[in-house]
């Protein structure tokens, strides 16, 4: 079974400031490490995902984050944030056999402001 | 873009009543699932479906509760007799496949139950 830790519920941040958002897991088996946006009235949208190969991944708006198994983390980082980068953001894992389902972490909303 | 439909956006029950809830998968997906967020809570797995059976189902997938694909295009999940705890968001998501190598969920919007 896996489980997902998202310490923060709640990050307010200044335009331009960088940010980032803490997720650790836990598991038994080896897992897939995703993180998924939430916009105010919409469903989830993947961020970014980690697979395999390289332990930072990136996004196509300048989020990144970092696969550490020693620390079993995969903390979610953006250098300089935007307004519109306000949203939920919610850390999850599944396993790499079988049907995937997906755990998730209960999200941390991002508050950027001018 | 292709992209999951979920009607309604926002349903309001009495306890004790029957609610069925629908999605639209992506055309091509085979696979299937429901997830639900209590406010302030985790997202929850519910149920995975695929080939007009259920694959895997969490703890929280009572009797109470039954999925369905009555057509080539819906994907419904049923609650028989709602209690106050089931008022939560409930999201569909499908995937191309579902075992095997990584397979991208995609998420509907949500639908939003409030159960009085």
């Known amino acids: 079974a896996q489980s997902v830790t998202q310490l923060d519920s709640q990050v307010p941040v200044f335009e331009e400031a960088p940010v980032e958002l803490r997720c650790n897991y836990s598991?038994?088996?080896?897992?897939?490490l995703f993180w998924y946006v939430q916009y105010p009235n919409q469903g989830l949208q993947l961020l970014l995902k980690y697979l395999s190969g390289s332990t930072l991944v990136e996004s196509i708006n300048g989020f990144e984050a970092e696969f550490n198994k020693s620390q079993t983390s995969f903390h979610l980082r953006k250098p300089s944030v935007h307004i519109s980068d306000t949203a939920e953001y919610f850390c999850a894992v599944s396993g790499r056999t079988g049907f995937q389902k997906l755990v998730f972490g209960t999200g941390t909303r991002l508050l950027v402001s001018p | 873009e292709p992209e999951v439909t979920q009607t309604p956006s926002h349903q309001v029950t009495q306890m004790g009543q029957e609610v069925i809830l629908r999605c639209v998968p992506i055309s091509n997906h085979l696979y299937f699932y429901w997830y639900r967020q209590i406010l302030g809570q985790k997202v929850e797995f519910l149920v995975s479906?695929?080939?007009?059976?259920?694959?895997?189902k969490s703890e929280i997938f009572d009797d109470q509760f039954s999925v369905e694909r009555p057509d080539g295009s819906n994907f419904t999940l049923k609650i028989r007799s709602t209690k106050l705890e089931d008022s939560a968001m409930y999201f569909c998501a499908s995937s191309e496949t579902g075992t095997g190598f990584y397979n991208e969920q995609f998420f509907g919007p949500g639908t939003r139950l409030t159960v009085l």
């Open positions: 598991s038994s088996v080896s897992v897939y």
């Open positions: 479906f695929y080939n007009n059976e259920i694959s895997e």
